[in-house]
T-cell receptor, first 112, second 115 residues
Framework: DAKTTQPTSMDCAEGRAANLPCNHSTISGNEYVYWYRQIHSQGPQYIIHGLKNNETNEMASLIITEDRKSSTLILPHATLRDTAVYYCIVPLGNTGGFKTIFGAGTRLFVKA | SAVISQKPSRDICQRGTSLTIQCQVDSQVTMMFWYRQQPGQSLTLIATANQGSEATYESGFVIDKFPISRPNLTFSTLTVSNMSPEDSSIYLC????????????FGPGTRLTVT
């Protein structure tokens, strides 16, 4: 089962890019990398996911290394509202589908 | 995407009683999950709610303590039985479709305090 490691916390200045790293060295060839975030007192929010290619949506960009052993979530222009815990997850196979197991995540502080 | 609602949003319960939490989704989904988030902690998966069959529980969680129902593809309940103060947590419902390329969506959570 692929597991992920993330830094415990990071700071970012408002308006600058926030780059959140994740290591998933045991990922297998058909496993996706997902990113979620949890803003205080809310349920987790899906951000983005990818398999091999870099991905971009209205929230963020996901850069996956060629060997797929690590990835970086990029928030291009961080705002104070992006302060949250960010989770990098490789879902595990489950009966009839896949399940998401949360680690400790990275606590991102965006500062004015 | 999917819109998920949970009832109640919060409750304060006495030790030894039980509480049933409801989760309603605005569309049919294959997978439904229940998580617990204790104060200051990350989310812990309790079980996968299977439609028409018994839920699949994670290690450390048992059906007698956390019975789950899933009568159809849009609704599930989680009961926290014989509560103690250690059960004080946020309980979250989550849904996804079946494939590895399908993201999960989370409800707003139910904040439970046991006194």
């Amino acid at each position: 089962d692929a597991k992920t490691t993330q830094p415990t916390s990071m700071d970012c200045a408002e308006g600058r890019a926030a780059n959140l790293p994740c290591n998933h060295s045991t990922i297998s060839g058909n496993e996706y990398v997902y990113w979620y975030r949890q803003i205080h007192s809310q349920g987790p929010q899906y951000i983005i996911h990818g398999l091999k290619n870099n991905e971009t949506n209205e929230m963020a960009s996901l850069i996956i290394t060629e060997d797929r052993k690590s990835s970086t979530l990029i928030l291009p222009h961080a705002t104070l509202r992006d302060t949250a815990v960010y989770y990098c997850i490789v879902p595990l196979g489950n009966t009839g589908g896949f399940k998401t197991i949360f680690g400790a995540g990275t606590r991102l502080f965006v500062k004015a | 995407s999917a819109v998920i609602s949970q009832k109640p949003s919060r409750d304060i319960c006495q030790r030894g009683t039980s509480l049933t939490i409801q989760c309603q989704v605005d569309s049919q989904v294959t997978m439904m999950f229940w998580y617990r988030q204790q104060p200051g902690q990350s989310l812990t998966l309790i079980a996968t709610a299977n439609q028409g069959s018994e839920a699949t529980y994670e290690s450390g969680f048992v059906i007698d303590k956390f019975p789950i129902s899933r009568p159809n593809l849009t609704f599930s309940t989680l009961t926290v039985s014989n509560m103690s103060p250690e059960d004080s947590s946020i309980y979250l419902c989550s849904v996804s479709r079946q494939g590895p390329d399908d993201e999960q969506y989370f409800g707003p959570g139910t904040r439970l305090t046991v006194t």
